[in-house]
T-cell receptor
Framework: GQNIDQPTEMTATEGAIVQINCTYQTSGFNGLFWYQQHAGEAPTFLSYNVLDGLEEKGRFSSFLSRSKGYSYLLLKELQMKDSASYLCAVRDLSNNAGNMLTFGGGTRLMVKP | IAGITQAPTSQILAAGRRMTLRCTQDMRHNAMYWYRQDLGLGLRLIHYSNTAGTTGKGEVPDGYSVSRANTDDFPLTLASAVPSQTSVYFC???????????FGDGTRLSIL
């Protein structure tokens, strides 16, 4: 089985930087995904890490350490529109569904003026 | 615009009734998925299909069935709805299994 942990809620100020952490325990790790989900909307894909290190995409970056079972999503120059839930998902080849993703409960980020 | 279409957008259903949620994608993706999303529990996989003609069980398959007769369509059926199946249901697809998934807008289902 898998265990994926994220903080439930975070608050940050417009223009600031925020780091959303995700820890996981899995026996057949094969990649970690971050999704953004605005309230009442569908999740949208943000980033994918399969090797250790930092992946940068504009204001968003995602980091992975496989040895520590740890990832974070870094959001820079926060904007009000970044208020959303951020979902961490792990691909595990050892579960019955093979390549399927298992999602964490999500972190709800509130950006304040 | 290419993407995933889910129908209906929302539905209120009496317990015991049969219901099919529709999902169609026009991206020629091989893999499709059905999730339910409940407060505090995140997205949980119900069923998946890696390619047309094949399906598999996810984390919470009981009470649900799927079919994949062609590449584009992946309907989810509740044979006899129960109140615990009240949830938001998302259909998703990816080019192949394990690739980033694209999600539909969801179906909000209430079972009374």
């Amino acid at each position: 089985g898998q265990n994926i942990d994220q903080p439930t809620e975070m608050t940050a100020t417009e223009g600031a930087i925020v780091q959303i952490n995700c820890t996981y325990q899995t026996s057949g790790f094969n990649g970690l995904f971050w999704y953004q989900q605005h309230a009442g909307e569908a999740p949208t894909f943000l980033s994918y890490n399969v090797l250790d290190g930092l992946e940068e995409k504009g204001r968003f970056s995602s980091f992975l350490s496989r040895s520590k079972g740890y990832s974070y999503l870094l959001l820079k120059e926060l904007q009000m529109k970044d208020s959303a839930s951020y979902l961490c998902a792990v691909r595990d080849l050892s579960n019955n569904a093979g390549n399927m993703l298992t999602f964490g409960g999500g972190t709800r980020l509130m950006v304040k003026p | 615009i290419a993407g995933i279409t889910q129908a209906p957008t929302s539905q209120i259903l009496a317990a015991g009734r049969r219901m099919t949620l529709r999902c169609t994608q026009d991206m020629r993706h091989n893999a499709m998925y059905w999730y339910r999303q409940d407060l505090g529990l995140g997205l949980r996989l119900i069923h998946y299909s890696n390619t047309a003609g094949t399906t598999g069980k996810g984390e919470v398959p009981d009470g649900y069935s799927v079919s994949r007769a062609n590449t584009d369509d992946f309907p989810l059926t509740l044979a006899s709805a129960v109140p615990s199946q009240t949830s938001v249901y998302f259909c998703a697809s990816s080019s192949t299994a394990g690739q980033p998934q694209h999600f539909g807008d969801g179906t909000r289902l209430s079972i009374l």
